[in-house]
């Protein structure tokens, strides 16, 4: 069975500051992967995914997301974060042939000044 | 891009009674949707795979008969909470797929439910 980790559940940035969130995942073959984040009381917005070719995948908002086979990771990064990037993000896993999306808990993103 | 709406956005009702959630594919035919709810400060939870004109497929531990999903055309979903109690006080939230990928799955912006 397909599982993501966040191990991350809050993390504080200072805007303008870089950010990095972290995803584990653990699946037996080539795994889709999802970012997605979540403004509050909002669905989903979906940032970015990988599902094979480059490794590093650029996303919307100036988000990227670096897929390595090694270390089952497929962490989120931003360079400069904006106060309106604080959210929740959530990493998902799903296989191809298989709709079915598994979300990691999610890590909550807070911007100070 | 692909858009999925949900309605209504927000509802309160009494313990007892039922609520109906639609879910609509709004420029794409959704020959799947999956119904998540999601406690506070928790991740999404899938409840139930549904494909248009087939009975939905449950998640281990949703009862099927509180939570009646149905998905009569390729551009709709309900969700209906039969006598919902204060415990199914959630956050739904729906997602409409395309094909046999998740690669094309689009997320409504949720139902918050608040049972009294």
Same mark, same amino acid.
């Not at chain 1, 069975?1 to 073959?29: F, K, M, W």
């Not at chain 1, 070719?53 to 497929?74: H, M, N, P, W, Y």
């Not at chain 1, 598994?102 to 890590?107: D, I, L, P, S, V």
């Not at chain 2, 997602?95 to 094309?104: F, H, L, Y």
């Given at each position: 069975?397909? *599982?993501?980790?966040?191990? =991350?559940?809050?993390?504080?940035? *200072?805007? %303008?500051?870089?950010?990095?969130?972290?995803?584990?995942?653990?699946?037996?073959?080539?795994?889709?992967?999802?970012?997605?984040?979540?403004?509050?009381?909002?669905?989903?917005?979906?940032?970015?995914?990988?599902? *094979?070719? =480059?490794?590093?995948?650029? %996303?919307?908002?100036?988000?990227?997301?670096?897929?390595?086979?090694?270390? *089952?990771?497929?962490?989120?990064?931003?360079?400069?974060?904006?106060?309106? =990037?604080?959210?929740?993000?959530?990493?998902?896993?799903?296989?191809? %042939?298989?709709?079915?999306?598994?979300? %990691?808990?999610?890590?909550?993103?807070?911007?100070?000044? | 891009? !692909?858009?999925?709406?949900?309605?209504?956005?927000?509802? $309160?009702?009494?313990?007892?009674?039922?609520?109906? $959630?639609?879910?609509?594919?709004? #420029?794409?035919?959704?020959?799947?949707?999956?119904?998540?709810?999601?406690? @506070?400060?928790?991740?999404?939870?899938?409840? !139930?795979?549904?494909? +248009? &004109?087939?009975?939905?497929?449950?998640?281990?531990?949703?009862?099927? #008969?509180? /939570?009646? $999903?149905?998905? !009569?055309?390729?551009?709709?979903?309900?969700?209906?909470?039969?006598?919902?109690?204060? +415990? #199914?006080?959630? /956050?739904?939230?729906?997602? &409409?797929?395309?094909?046999?990928?998740?690669?094309?799955?689009? /997320?409504? @912006?949720?139902?918050?439910?608040?049972?009294?």
């Amino acid at each position: 069975a397909q *599982s993501v980790t966040q191990p =991350d559940i809050h993390i504080t940035v *200072s805007e %303008g500051a870089s950010l990095e969130l972290r995803c584990n995942y653990s699946y037996g073959a080539t795994p889709y992967l999802f970012w997605y984040v979540q403004s509050p009381g909002q669905g989903l917005q979906l940032l970015l995914k990988y599902f *094979s070719g =480059d490794t590093l995948v650029q %996303g919307i908002k100036g988000f990227e997301a670096e897929f390595k086979r090694s270390q *089952s990771s497929f962490n989120l990064r931003k360079p400069s974060v904006h106060w309106s =990037d604080a959210a929740e993000y959530f990493c998902a896993v799903g296989a191809n %042939g298989n709709e079915k999306l598994t979300f %990691g808990t999610g890590t909550r993103l807070t911007i100070i000044p | 891009g !692909a858009v999925v709406s949900q309605h209504p956005s927000r509802v $309160i009702c009494k313990s007892g009674t039922s609520v109906k $959630i639609e879910c609509r594919s709004l #420029d794409f035919q959704a020959t799947t949707m999956f119904w998540y709810r999601q406690f @506070p400060k928790q991740s999404l939870m899938l409840m !139930a795979t549904s494909n +248009e &004109g087939s009975k939905a497929t449950y998640e281990q531990g949703v009862e099927k #008969d509180k /939570f009646l $999903i149905n998905h !009569a055309s390729l551009t709709l979903s309900t969700l209906t909470v039969t006598s919902a109690h204060p +415990e #199914d006080s959630s /956050f739904y939230i729906c997602s &409409g797929g395309q094909g046999a990928s998740v690669e094309t799955q689009y /997320f409504g @912006p949720g139902t918050r439910l608040l049972v009294l």
